[in-house]
């Protein structure tokens, strides 16, 4: 592998490590994906046909790496926590199954998704969900993970799964409202 290719690679270390991270929740974990991805890159060079952004291409191996991860460590992985059970659905709705405060109309979400902010906002939101919630709602919407894998992976029933990714749903949606929609970000001030 040329030098080129090889300073490239190292210059995407920190963006795949962030990303990484996001996706185990722990550090030496989200480390050795990125090594291996790295080094999965410089043995197999000519696996990079150029049809792609040298960052994509990174990023699919690295979803590969962060599955393998979790199988490795899946038993080492909470599969509860005391915050996962905190039930949102009584402060966000009514008896009648309506919301109890309207919410705010999030405007074009095509013009809000091209924003670099919102994204940062949203990783942001997603950092914070509880431990548990926030690898399913990883593993399922960002590794797009099927729903009988993760459910082998983390010995769990596809109803836990789908109640647990509906609580980080509610998170989500909240600390949107809070920090992006509702707050500064809304009027052009993101933070």
């Not at 795949?16 to 030496?28: E, F």
Request: a negative charge; hydrophobic letters at 40%.
């Amino acid at each position: 592998m040329n030098d080129d290719i090889a300073s490239r690679l190292e210059s995407l270390r920190p963006q795949l490590l962030k990303y990484a991270r996001l996706q185990l929740r722990n550090t030496a974990w989200a480390e050795d994906a990125v090594s291996e991805t790295l080094l999965a890159a410089i043995e197999k060079p000519q696996s990079f046909a150029g049809q792609s952004q040298l960052k994509t291409w990174l990023v699919g191996i690295l979803k590969h790496k962060l599955i393998d991860q979790i199988r490795r460590n899946s038993k080492e992985m909470s599969t509860t926590s005391a915050e996962d059970g905190v039930d949102l659905d009584d402060d966000l709705f009514a008896a009648d199954g309506h919301w109890r405060e309207q919410p705010q109309d999030w405007g074009d979400p095509e013009h809000v998704l091209r924003q670099l902010d919102f994204m940062r906002v949203l990783e942001a939101c997603v950092e914070h969900l509880p431990g548990q919630q926030g690898r399913l709602f990883m593993m399922r919407e960002w590794l797009e993970l099927e729903t009988e894998e993760i459910c082998k992976e983390l010995a769990i029933s596809p109803t836990n799964l789908w109640v647990m990714l509906h609580r980080a749903r509610l998170r989500l949606r909240e600390c949107l409202q809070l920090n992006w929609f509702g707050g500064a970000a809304a009027t052009g001030g993101a933070k």
